[in-house]
């Protein structure tokens, strides 16, 4: 997007005065909270599907719901960016956050609590791209990686210690009080933020192209619910798949078309101009892939094929994120000394060689062998997310900050959506090919050996996306970035 300030005018716009590590707690206060609600509910689902006497697909809409949201809103986050200031935003954001979580809490039908799921997703929706944002315009190149990787143990750290905590919660409280614990911390974050948030970008209200708002929703909109829906049912045979990953793949392009036409776009597409931004968003895409997959596949394979608990899947998965969140700000400040290129393709080897791993899974697996694994799968993960996305913002000069970091946030819940229904849809061709083949398709011991081998199966999918990964991050070079930039 077209951003009318000059790089003069930023710098004219003194950020001395700012108190950086104020408005950066108050962002990562914030994201934990709205990142851990986001994925301890999915411990809930069980709970949910008995509470309400809904069906296990009716119940996946509280995932394809939120998902769904964050693909419509997130593009234009770059227009609603030039629109308010970073108050404004942060604060609307906070509020819209606590109304949902409130909703979520009292919700007495299955349809309230998807309203208020939405409602969540938008204020995910602002905060993200606002937080990436706010960081690249007031941290020095030298010190983002740093930065960065802080944010990455938010990121990271609040969807792992989300299944755990819910599954404590859930051992003695119902799933209500899910929603009721993460509400008095949203409260306490908005007051944080409503002392210590400043104004780090003037708004120029650039003009609002209707248009392309529909064209970016029906793109984006609909390839998430295709490929989220995908995973469920029938399907890739189900016509409102293909009917909605068509839609979106049509508008899409149409889309694309209309912001290069445009004098002043809404999404400013001259980014992919910037061969480093280009690269670090394909790894960050394959890295997102690869992880989100993954994070299906485990907790399935842990409670199917190995019976274990929710409770004990999601412990066994706690000490990876949190070793990943830990690690985070290690690797920013590694990034910062040496570059992302030797970072990146250590973190590629590890990533492959783990899915390589994974595929050697068996009934009899020992639970040591997966959390070993995992650990390090998400060590490599901490090496290339971090390092690829700073590096390729760090080469986009300031007026497109907020194209940038739209496009990034947007392409990671897609590429999310489309690696998780891949790797259910091979999940599920496998089990049935192995069904085919057996003569007693009724034993119990041959479901779950079919089970299995559609998991090892579909880890050759995350196989093939590290490799990919690795020969990319060949051509990753360091952005210098001159002072002041």
Do not use: C
Request: cysteine-free; overall charge neutral.
């Amino acid at each position: 997007m077209q951003v009318e300030t000059s790089a003069a005018m930023d710098k004219e716009n003194n950020l001395e005065h700012i108190r950086t590590i104020p408005v950066i707690v108050s962002f990562v206060i914030a994201g934990f909270i709205g990142l851990f609600s986001e994925t301890a509910l999915n411990m809930a689902l069980n709970n949910l599907i008995t509470s309400f006497g809904i069906h296990e697909t009716t119940a996946q809409w509280l995932t394809t719901g939120y998902l769904l949201t964050l693909g419509i809103l997130v593009p234009i986050s770059g227009l609603i960016l030039q629109w308010f200031t970073t108050r404004q935003l942060f604060i609307t954001s906070l509020i819209v956050s606590i109304i949902g979580t409130f909703l979520a809490a009292i919700a007495p039908t299955f349809s309230v609590l998807l309203i208020a799921r939405v409602v969540q997703a938008i204020g995910t929706a602002l905060l993200l791209p606002l937080m990436f944002n706010t960081i690249l315009m007031i941290v020095p190149p030298q010190n983002r990686g740093k930065i960065m990787g802080v944010i990455g143990l938010v990121i990271m750290f609040a969807p792992a210690v989300g299944p755990t905590l819910s599954g404590l919660i859930l051992k003695s409280l119902s799933w209500h009080w899910i929603f009721w614990i993460s509400l008095p911390l949203l409260i306490g974050a908005l007051i944080y933020g409503m002392y210590f948030m400043q104004n780090v970008t003037t708004p120029t209200k650039p003009k609002i192209d209707i248009v392309s708002i529909i064209l970016s929703t029906l793109g984006f909109g609909g390839i998430v619910y295709g490929f989220s829906s995908a995973g469920e049912g029938d399907g890739w045979s189900n016509p409102i798949v293909i009917v909605s990953i068509a839609v979106g793949i049509v508008s899409l392009i149409l889309f694309s078309l209309r912001q290069i036409k445009m004098e002043k776009p809404m999404l400013n597409l001259s980014v992919f101009k910037y061969p480093m931004f280009t690269l670090g968003l394909v790894m960050i895409i394959i890295a997102m892939m690869t992880i989100l997959s993954s994070m299906i596949l485990l907790p399935l394979y842990l409670q199917t094929s190995l019976a274990l608990s929710t409770f004990a899947a999601g412990l066994l998965l706690l000490p990876g994120g949190v070793i990943n969140g830990l690690l985070s700000p290690v690797m920013g400040g590694l990034f910062d000394r040496f570059g992302p290129k030797w970072l990146v393709i250590i973190g590629f080897v590890i990533i492959t060689g783990t899915m390589f791993g994974f595929t050697s899974i068996t009934m009899e697996t020992s639970s040591a062998f997966i959390v070993g694994m995992h650990i390090f799968m998400m060590i490599g993960v901490s090496m290339v997310m971090m390092p690829a996305q700073t590096n390729g913002l760090n080469q986009l000069p300031r007026e497109l900050y907020p194209d940038g970091t739209a496009i990034m946030n947007t392409l990671q819940q897609v590429s999310g959506a489309i690696g998780t229904a891949v790797a259910i849809s091979i999940l599920s061709s496998s089990s049935k090919k192995y069904m085919s083949g057996v003569t007693d398709p009724e034993n119990p011991i041959n479901q779950l050996l079919a089970f299995t081998e559609g998991v090892k199966n579909a880890f050759v999918f995350a196989i093939i996306l590290g490799v990919i990964g690795l020969g990319l991050s060949f051509f990753l070079k360091r952005v210098v970035v001159k002072q002041g930039e």
